[in-house]
């Protein structure tokens, strides 16, 4: 009788699907995180992302900032205009 040769593998490699980012085919094996309402993504692609996601952010808080300061100088030069009327 012949032996089994199969051995169960220690580590089941499934098909987990899509990267949401990348798009390439993930397996469990890979770091990858799962979102609310099925989506799943490399864990470094989502922190890519995050990090893009971040700096525009920072970018936007920026020009908020630039605009604050532009409507609070004028604020200024308009009450300076009402002084000097
Ligand atoms: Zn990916």
Do not use: R
């Not at 890979?30 to 099925?38: D, H, I, K, L, R």
């Not at 920026?62 to 009450?79: L, R, W």
């Amino acid at each position: 009788m012949a032996k089994k040769l199969w051995k169960k593998p220690s580590v089941i490699v499934i098909n987990i699907g899509k990267c949401k980012y990348c798009q390439a085919e993930m397996v469990n094996t890979e770091s990858f995180v799962a979102f609310y309402g099925g989506e799943k993504a490399h864990y470094d692609c989502m922190k890519k992302d995050d990090f893009k996601k971040l700096i525009e952010k920072e970018k936007q808080w920026q020009k908020e900032k630039d605009c604050t300061q532009t409507s609070m100088q004028k604020e200024k030069e308009s009450k300076l205009v009402q002084v000097n009327e």
